[in-house]
């Protein structure tokens, strides 16, 4: 048994409208898509057009700049809307659903006779390899590298968050395969993070880290951070868990078969609970007729790092989670000088912190003004990694690549910081300024 | 509260761009997020925040303050009658206190504020809640004889000098109550410092000497260690009761607004020094004679280790570095207290001196860190 490394720092933030994962249904829907903004720094080139017949499994577009790179439909259908926003950015591209999904054959060696090679380009061909991405940085993986090793998250900590083990219940079978083809990929190890109660049934071939402590202690950056933290010049793959098993999926059925289980959850949700769907679905597909009543707020993802979406838009390419919270639009009288029994705080100014086990309604409420960096220690309360943030944010404000370098940039991925950004007494928005400073990197040093 | 809500978006156009008043745009503005928080909703990154805010964090500082305010109106009133003479009851005494003080803090907070709201007009930010506390210290870190024309020039000195000509609140590099403090102690000494200053209504020809005075002149102390503590002392006005200061320092760390790691340093610094002064100096030195409890509970060591050498954006903002930054505070302020001919109380320069030196301490710790990276890459 590995050591457990215990993770003191973090937070659990505690929300009413946990699914129950025992409750499984399955949500029809007719249109998915797939949307260029899910990937970090990428420039689409559309390879359809509105009217196009597509199998499961043929490109939608590509990466411009790369173009062995292909994003595929998740479905066989026609092609149906491209969703484009300012400047004619394309948003989504969005297939009407087939009846019966027909799919793409691809021609997958022998487990025995599967080589890096045929891995990688089966993975390119299929449309799977977007699931791998490298850290620094957390984009799409360069196909022409190698990492020194791959790590995947068996746990998911972040608020309201399923459980990983009921969502992939029925894929052990997929799960192994997955994790052999990703062993293919590497010199070093493929390690599987996970919680010492889930260690047991791990699968063969994967090296077992043992992690436990409050979120963010489930996200894969500082797991790495950790085990083997990311030096100048090195690069680390990461996938999740539940795209390990559409990747096994894929090499033992040798079709792009995107079923994906989605937790709908949130106090806004009338029944939170799971839903069988692919990826790429609409969003009405899953929540409507689900809700309460009253202004809300639909995030595909969690709380921390989700995507503001709506019913007409479409289920992120990685998330497994669909959060629906209240609207915060409100003013509230002299609200900061009340005592706020209803209000959530880390900081103990209100009295939260006196009911430890308490379960909240937070709305989206901003809760003040932006302000100057004025507190301090505050983000090292919830960041388990050895690293001054709020040094590391400055480097990035001021440009400073050197410094940015010197204080762990590559080591940081905005969701590793979204605990800081919600803390934060001036109300910073750290995730926009890492995300800045990995795009300036980026620009600067490739 | 709906008609008062009414009344504020009936009226807000007249303070946006292009109204009648859009020169008291940041008024309207600051007034209005005073009275309701903002409706403004997370559009990118967390969905969800934490309820707190900087109008939260500052007004528990002020709830802090509130006990040792009231003790030092009192505490006013009581030196004035003591020395005056006279019978009072305790309302009487506190009312004199009370009228003595009030118009210190309505010119420091009408001087320090009318400075924020015009700056924050002509660079178009919002008004920074900063000098909520800020307001309240200067009054709390003066003489209650201080002539209200320099709290009022003080007041400006340092939100101009100290706060505004850095970027405002959070970008200041001195605590602006404290080099309030210091632009009228080395601008008017006799004002702040002898044994005149110290008490309302003295009449003439009486003295009365602060504790650490005493010590500075080689006497005596006048007063045992249980009259220091619960503050029944001559001095600035909220600084004599160790008892309140105690009290806002078990809110502020509760709270967790105050840090802690800060206060205990400060004190160890202190008690350390103060111990080693008082062993390693000649018989003939007047301070080889005060205790460590006697410097702890004399001047406003407390205070300062509390509220003011605690200030987040002036002080070190590291773990390490703020161990480091307290325990010198402690240490330089006795030793400035002991060591200079000059003046009997040295916790505001030393907190000034570590303030500038804070960032250095930070760097320090920062270059740690980053070598060890550095050094993890090279291996």
Same mark, same amino acid.
């Given at each position: ?10 937070? %659990? ?184 109660? %889930? ?76 839903? %069988? ?170 | ?248 320092a078990i809110l502020l760390i509760v709270t967790g607004i105050g840090s802690w790691k800060i206060m205990l340093s400060v ?113």
């Open positions: 048994m590995p050591k457990e490394i215990k993770l003191k720092r973090g937070l %659990d933030i505690k929300l009413e409208g946990e699914a129950d994962v025992g409750r499984v249904s399955p949500a029809p829907c007719n249109y998915y898509a797939i949307k260029p903004t899910d990937f970090r720094a990428l420039t689409p080139k559309l390879e359809v057009k509105v009217g196009d017949r597509v199998k499961a499994g043929d490109p939608l577009f590509v990466n411009k700049y790369r173009p062995e790179i292909r994003f595929t439909a998740p479905v066989s259908g026609v092609v149906e809307e491209i969703r484009r926003g300012e400047k004619r950015k394309i948003l989504a591209v969005v297939v009407k659903a087939d009846e019966r999904i027909s799919y793409k054959v691809f021609d997958i060696p022998a487990p025995d006779a599967l080589s890096g090679e045929v891995v990688v380009e089966r993975l390119l061909e299929s449309g799977l390899w977007p699931m791998i991405k490298q850290r620094p940085y957390d984009v799409i993986a360069d196909p022409s590298t190698r990492p020194k090793a791959i790590f995947v998250s068996g746990f998911d900590s972040s608020p309201l968050a399923p459980d990983y083990k009921a969502l992939l219940k029925d894929e052990r079978e997929a799960l192994q395969a997955g994790f052999d083809a990703l062993n293919k990929l590497t010199p070093g190890a493929v390690n599987l993070n996970t919680q010492a109660e %889930d260690a047991s049934d791990a699968p063969r071939g994967v090296k077992v880290n043992l992690f436990s402590g409050a979120h963010p202690a489930g996200n894969v950056g500082v797991q790495i951070h950790h085990l083997d933290p990311i030096n100048k010049g090195e690069l680390a793959w990461v996938v999740s868990l539940p795209d390990v098993a559409l990747i096994g999926r894929f090499f033992l059925g040798g079709r792009v078969d995107l079923r994906r289980r989605v937790a709908l959850v949130g106090s806004e949700v009338e029944t939170p609970a799971c839903y %069988d769907t692919l990826v790429g679905a609409l969003v009405g597909s899953i929540v409507e007729g689900r809700l309460r009543d009253g202004r809300r707020c639909i995030l595909s993802g969690n709380v921390l790092t989700g995507e503001r979406v709506d019913a007409e838009s479409f289920l992120g390419f990685y998330h497994t989670m669909i959060t629906v919270i209240p609207e915060g639009d409100r003013r509230e009288f002299l609200g900061w000088a009340t005592p706020g029994f209803g209000k959530f705080s880390v900081s103990r100014t209100f009295p939260s912190f006196l009911f430890p086990k308490k379960r909240y309604r937070l709305d989206t409420n901003f809760h003040g003004e932006r302000r100057a960096f004025v507190m301090s220690g505050q983000y090292e309360k919830v960041l388990p990694m050895n690293i001054f943030p709020v040094y590391l944010l400055k480097a990035i404000l001021a440009g400073d690549l050197e410094k940015m370098e010197q204080l762990g940039i590559y080591e940081v991925a905005p969701e590793d910081l979204a605990l800081c950004e919600f803390v934060c007494t001036s109300k910073i928005p750290v995730q926009e300024i890492v995300d800045k400073g990995i795009e300036l990197m980026m620009k600067e040093l490739i | 509260m709906r008609f008062l809500r009414d009344f504020l978006d009936k009226h807000r156009p007249a303070f946006e761009k292009g109204g009648k008043f859009q020169k008291l745009h940041s008024l309207f503005a600051g007034f209005d997020s005073f009275l309701f928080v903002p409706d403004r909703t997370t559009r990118s990154g967390c969905a969800v925040r934490d309820a707190v805010d900087l109008k939260r964090t500052m007004s528990v500082v002020v709830m802090a303050l509130v006990p040792a305010l009231l003790f030092g109106m009192y505490n006013v009133g009581h030196q004035h009658f003591h020395l005056a003479g006279g019978e009072a009851g305790f309302w009487s005494v506190f009312l004199y206190g009370f009228c003595r003080v009030l118009p210190m803090i309505i010119v420091s907070y009408v001087v320090g504020l009318g400075i924020e709201f015009a700056s924050a007009q002509i660079r178009g930010h919002e008004i920074n809640e900063g000098f909520l506390v800020s307001g309240l210290l200067i009054p709390m870190v003066m003489p209650v004889t201080a002539p209200l024309w320099m709290v009022a020039l003080s007041t400006a000195f340092a939100v101009i000098i100290g706060k505004e000509i850095f970027g405002g609140t959070g970008m200041n590099i001195w605590n602006p109550a404290l080099l309030a403090r210091a632009f009228f102690f080395f601008s008017y000494p006799s004002r702040m410092s002898g044994d005149k200053v110290w008490v309302a209504g003295l009449p003439d020809g009486i003295s009365q000497a602060t504790p650490l005075a005493e010590a500075y002149q080689g006497t005596p102390m006048t007063h045992d260690l249980g009259t220091m503590f619960w503050g029944l002392i001559p001095g600035s006005v909220g600084e004599t009761s160790t008892f309140c200061i105690l009290l806002g004190l160890l610094g202190g008690a350390g020094m103060a111990l080693l002064l008082q062993h390693a100096l000649p018989a003939d030195n007047p301070y080889s004679h005060v205790t460590v409890l006697q410097h702890l509970l004399a001047g406003g060591f407390a205070f300062g280790a509390v509220f003011m050498a605690t200030d987040p954006v002036t002080a070190a903002q590291t773990g390490r570095g703020k161990w480091i930054y307290g325990l010198l505070i402690g240490v330089l302020a006795i030793l400035i207290r002991a060591l200079n001919p000059g003046y009997p109380e040295g916790m505001m320069l030393a907190i000034l001196l570590m303030n500038t030196f804070a960032p250095l301490i930070d760097w320090f710790v920062v270059q740690q860190n980053i070598s060890r990276r550095l050094k993890r890459a090279r291996s």
